[in-house]
């Protein structure tokens, strides 16, 4: 749910991949479209709620935006430092 907020709100598209056995760890990429997919989150099966998930994804899409590869999450600097 953190995920697809994140994704709403910066006006991306979001894909959730579920698989057929149930897996505890929850694992979250960004991807910028050909380009190979960036783990940004992970969860072990711990115990998190998605207020931490939401700000975990949004602080670690900051960090990559001043990564010279990802030059769109560049342009959305702005819009992650106003997430909340």
């Known amino acids: 749910m953190a995920a697809e907020k994140v ?3 910066l006006r991306v598209d979001a894909e959730v991949k ?6 505890t760890s929850i694992y979250v990429y ?3 479209g050909d380009e190979e997919p960036v ?7 711990e115990k998190s709620n998605a207020q931490e ?3 975990t994804l949004r602080n670690m899409m900051f960090v990559l935006s ?3 590869k990802h030059s769109a999450l560049r ?4 819009e992650l430092m106003l997430l909340s």
């Open 39 to 45: 783990p940004i989150y992970c969860n072990n099966g």
């Open 66 to 68: 001043f990564h010279p």
């Open 18 to 23: 579920t698989f057929r056995k149930r897996f």
């Open 75 to 78: 342009r959305m600097r702005k």
């Open 7 to 9: 994704a709403r709100q």
């Open 53 to 55: 998930v939401y700000a």
């Open 30 to 32: 960004y991807k910028d």
